[in-house]
């Protein structure tokens, strides 16, 4: 069972910069980040094949995020920069371990969860 801790998340004004770590422990194929916003659903934002280097985004972080695992892939990153209020959510690390092409931006592609971390964004 893969386990998913997420920390970094706290307040920062618009224009600034964040990192969300997802500490990872048991082997995964496939990893993302989602963020729920106060009201709306829960969204994919990035997302990474663990076995390569080529991220997937959500057209509304595409240029400003960028997803990345250490060498020894026990650490997802989420680097967010030229936040906007809109930016503002419950960042959730999202993990699958089965060996398939998946489609990224669902929910129910991923069998491991972390707890989330707040990032607020304020104007």
């Known amino acids: 069972q893969v386990q998913l801790v997420e920390s970094g998340g706290g307040s920062v004004q618009a224009g600034g910069s964040l990192r969300l770590s997802c500490a990872v422990s048991?082997?995964?194929?496939?990893m993302a980040w989602f963020r729920q916003s106060p009201g709306k659903e829960r969204e994919a934002v990035a997302f990474?094949?663990?076995?390569?280097?080529?991220?997937f985004y959500a057209d509304s972080v595409k240029g400003r995020f960028a997803i990345s695992h250490d060498s020894a892939k026990t650490t997802l990153y989420l680097q967010m920069n030229s936040l906007i209020p809109e930016d503002t959510g419950m960042y959730y690390c999202?993990?699958?371990?089965?060996?398939?092409?998946?489609?990224?931006?669902?929910?129910?592609?991923?069998?491991?969860w972390g707890r989330g971390t707040q990032v607020t964004v304020s104007s």
């Open positions: 999202a993990a699958d371990s089965r060996r398939r092409g998946i489609n990224w931006r669902l929910q129910s592609s991923y069998t491991s």
């Open positions: 048991g082997y995964t194929y496939a």
């Open positions: 990474v094949y663990t076995g390569t280097d080529m991220p």
